[in-house]
């Protein structure tokens, strides 16, 4: 490959992956709702999902898939429900999160940080006192978590953590779960099929060296890591993660909306191929 052709690559791949969609989204989701640190593994878990997609790429598997029309069919139905799962669990979440904020508990929704502490011991105790309850809690507290922006502003733990659990969710966000959400999601998105035959038939000779791929390999990987980190980061300054850790419901439906209407329409480009 010329130095012009991994020029063209880079550029076609850039333009891509800023696109936003729910790579960037469940990224931003962890960055608001949970730390830092979990937002960057969310975004190393999406570069996960890019690493197998180039791989499969650049071993023609993906030309494989695409002219296997059962196989592309089933792929493209599953990814699809599952970021409807994904949107499902997030909307759930931020309706149940938002009632108990407006009267579920008797308090009244409220931006300040101490009441939003009180109101979100109180949720995930279920009103209980003593030991494991609100008014005897003497658990260990996570280093990662109590330097994180959402414990500053008293919300972490609080109603939409309650509700939005499991792998999927971000209460009790393991690093772990947090890759693996990163991960799937970026799986899930079956359109990567097309967008990675497009990219590499474009520029990418079919005589390409092994070397030259991995070169190729390397410079995709390391952009695409730039890139998501860097949203991971902003997501999470201090300053702007406070805001949407104030209105963490409203952070969770929005998010649920968005996973919902992209599965829909992942899911009306299925039958309109059909």
């Known amino acids: 490959m010329t130095a012009a052709q991994y020029a063209a690559l ?133 280093p990662d978590v109590a330097a994180s922006p959402a414990a500053s502003a008293g919300t972490i733990g609080g109603p939409a953590f309650s509700k939005a659990g499991g792998l999927l969710g971000t209460r009790n966000l393991t690093s772990g779960k947090a890759l693996l959400q990163g991960t799937i999601t970026n799986l899930a998105n079956a359109k990567a099929i097309v967008f990675f035959i497009a990219l590499f038939a474009t520029v990418v000779p079919a005589d390409i060296l092994w070397w030259e791929g991995l070169i190729a390999l390397a410079l995709l990987m390391a952009v695409g890591l730039a890139w998501f980190l860097a949203v991971a980061w902003f997501g999470s300054v201090p300053a702007l993660a406070r805001r949407f850790q104030a209105r963490s419901a409203e952070v969770e439906i929005a998010a649920g909306v968005v996973f919902l209407l992209v599965a829909v329409l992942l899911l009306v480009e299925v039958v309109l191929a059909e």
Not at 14 to 26: E, K, T
Not at 125 to 139: N, Y
């Open 10 to 142: 880079l550029g076609l791949w850039i333009a891509g992956i800023i696109s936003p969609g729910p790579d960037v989204l469940v990224i931003l989701r962890n960055a608001f709702l949970t730390t830092r640190g979990k937002a960057m593994l969310t975004a190393a878990g999406v570069m996960v999902g890019n690493l197998m997609w180039i791989t499969l790429s650049l071993t023609g598997v993906t030309l494989v898939i695409n002219s296997n029309h059962v196989l592309k069919l089933v792929i493209q139905i599953a990814g699809a429900l599952f970021l409807a799962r994904m949107g499902y669990g997030s909307l759930r979440a931020g309706l149940a999160a938002r009632a108990l904020n407006r009267g579920g508990t008797g308090h009244a929704e409220t931006s300040d940080p101490e009441a939003r502490a009180g109101l979100a011991a109180r949720v995930c105790t279920d009103g209980q006192d003593g030991p494991g309850g609100s008014a005897g809690f003497s658990g260990p507290v996570d």
